[in-house]
């Protein structure tokens, strides 16, 4: 069982930036995929961005390419998104999952563990 604990959320002004962490409580063979994703209220979770653990290979949404990376240490067994150049509509609760590459960066279903989220608020 890998449990995944957030945190680096909180609330910005348009332009500005934030770090978000995801700690795993261990990595599995099988768990080759790290993701971020997003909700906003009233929205579907989308895929915002992955990364292949065992080469560092990432994808990124068009939405937030060029402004967000996503990064691994796995001496901490850790993911991070570095958010910059915030912009309001990117306010949302954030979720940090673990899976296994099938063919879909952004499958939900490819992801068999979740965080608990945290909230991203950035105002214009």
């Known amino acids: 069982q890998v449990q995944l604990v957030e945190s680096g959320g909180g609330s910005v002004q348009a332009g500005g930036s934030l770090r978000l962490s995801c700690a795993a409580s261990?990595?599995?063979?099988?768990?080759?995929?790290m993701g971020w994703f997003r909700q906003a209220p009233g929205k579907e979770r989308q895929g915002v961005a992955s990364?292949?653990?065992?080469?560092?290979?990432?994808v990124y949404a068009d939405s937030v390419t060029g402004r967000f990376t996503i990064s691994q240490d796995n001496a901490k067994n850790t993911v991070y998104l570095q958010m910059n150049s915030l912009k309001p509509e990117d306010t949302a609760l954030y979720y940090c999952?673990?899976?296994?590459?099938?063919?879909?960066?952004?499958?939900?279903?490819?992801?068999?563990?979740w965080g608990q989220g945290t909230q991203v608020t950035v105002s214009s």
């Open positions: 999952a673990a899976g296994t590459y099938a063919g879909d960066w952004f499958e939900m279903r490819s992801y068999n563990y």
């Open positions: 261990a990595y599995t063979a099988s768990n080759n995929l």
């Open positions: 990364i292949f653990t065992r080469t560092g290979y990432t």
